[in-house]
């Protein structure tokens, strides 16, 4: 009961704040509190708080039984913004957010995550344009989906199974570099970096036929890609982009035990069409191919290649003023945090439509599904499929206050069957900040 009660305080507090601070926006203007400007740096401040209800909190399949949990997340956090991002195309950005999520009935695997992004654009108009991002993450949080690929019966799994919390750092970095040589044409030089790096201890544990409970850990994977290409306007609203790339994925063991799994490089082109199609469809379209070649050690392990063609779309569409829907598919190859040394060949669906409601801009409605495919180049054959999907109403007091109800709901579908789970989710929140 006291759990309840301090979790309960927390929530009330933050939300007491932020209905403060909505009653005195007539005598304090919000800016000066959540829009600061010193110099010539922006300080936004902000603030989420959600209750949730989850019904799978182990991810455990129907026939092990499901265990539900009330969660409640508080997010606060900090940005500092040079320049103006909506008025200015030239800005600099830095945030950092601690998400910290409590559990009520099983405050085992309470925890805190934390991330840090920076964002930078600058464009000098008829010369250069220069973006790039970078997302760090540190997060300690349970396995899910394939990360899960070598569990055994959860059902009669040991709370080693069930309940270890394995602490993570990701990575994302992203940047490119585009010169313009004439009203048509361009040259560019793009970078990019993702890595997940786990905590070197056993990450779940396997049993054999003999009841014997061993130690198993994930693969620490990094890919690092380079790409130089140029464009063409080819139309008015339709620059065509081709292209070159090659990158190298970096494996690293976590446990000893585990051995050790084969770099590979991968290497390849595409080309490209980025605009808009029509009045209201606009996007970036590309098709191309891949080719990854796997090291070979010195006892003969590892060494070989896959090929595969590689296609994405991302693209826009504008039914009405209040009613637009986005669209993205990728078809790609990867390695896998849990078998680096096969290739994978993924797929991946997004669907996101928005509606705005009535005629004040306050209140909107939105739905999204995600799918993915994950086909590994392997004997077995194994495959893995997530869908997710949500539904959700978000209503904006104002610009720095609102609310959200939102619908969560979550598959995973593994050959392996030991390992699915379904999950579904139902979240209240209120957001405070720019």
């Given amino acids: 009961m006291d759990y309840f009660k301090q979790r309960g305080n927390v929530g009330l507090a933050a939300v007491a704040l932020a209905l403060s601070q909505a009653v005195s926006v007539q005598a304090i203007d919000p800016q000066e509190l959540l829009a600061p400007i010193v110099g010539p740096v922006v300080i936004l401040p902000h603030v989420s708080l959600s209750e949730s209800y989850d019904d799978n909190v182990f991810l455990l399949s129907d026939e092990q039984g499901k265990i539900d949990d009330l969660v409640t997340t508080l997010s606060p956090g900090i940005g500092l913004q040079f320049g103006e991002n909506i008025l200015d195309s030239n800005y600099i950005g830095l945030d950092y957010t601690l998400s910290q999520q409590w559990y009520a009935e099983n405050s085992e695997i309470n925890s805190d995550n934390h991330a840090l992004t920076f964002g930078i654009n600058y464009q000098k108009e008829g010369k250069f344009t220069f973006t790039g991002g970078d997302m760090i993450r540190l997060d300690n949080t349970l396995l899910q989906g394939r990360e899960r690929t070598f569990f055994t019966d959860l059902a009669k799994g040991s709370p080693e199974s069930k309940a270890i919390l394995i602490e993570r750092k990701s990575f994302n970095d992203q940047y490119r570099f585009e010169y313009t040589i004439s009203p048509k044409t361009s040259v560019y030089v793009a970078t990019s970096y993702n890595a997940s790096d786990y905590s070197e201890e056993p990450h779940y544990f396997y049993q054999d036929v003999f009841g014997t409970r061993i130690p198993y850990s994930l693969f620490d994977v990094a890919n690092w890609n380079n790409t130089v290409g140029f464009g063409w306007q080819a139309f008015t609203k339709i620059k065509l982009y081709g292209s070159f790339f090659y990158g190298i994925s970096m494996v690293e063991t976590n446990l000893e035990r585990m051995g050790e799994r084969p770099d590979s490089d991968f290497f390849g082109g595409h080309i490209s069409a980025v605009g808009d199609f029509s009045e209201k469809l606009k996007g970036r ?110 209503y904006s007091f104002n610009q720095w206050l609102k609310s959200s109800l939102r619908y969560d709901f979550e598959i995973f579908d593994s050959s392996n069957g030991n390992i699915d789970y379904n999950v579904n989710r139902v979240m209240l929140g209120l957001s405070v900040g720019y």
């Fill in 285 to 394: 379209v590309e098709v191309g191919y891949q080719t990854r070649q796997f090291d070979r050690f010195s006892n003969g392990l590892g060494g070989g290649s896959h090929g595969l063609p590689i296609f994405s779309a991302e693209v826009d569409y504008g039914f009405t003023e209040k009613r637009t829907a986005s669209l993205t598919y990728r078809h790609s190859g990867n390695v896998s945090i849990e078998s680096p040394d096969s290739a994978i060949t993924q797929d991946f669906i997004i669907v996101q439509v928005s509606q705005q409601i009535g005629t004040t801009g306050k209140l909107s409605a939105s739905f999204g599904a995600t799918y993915e495919l994950d086909t590994y180049e392997t004997r077995d054959a194994r495959e893995y499929q997530y869908l997710r999907m949500n539904a959700g109403v978000t």
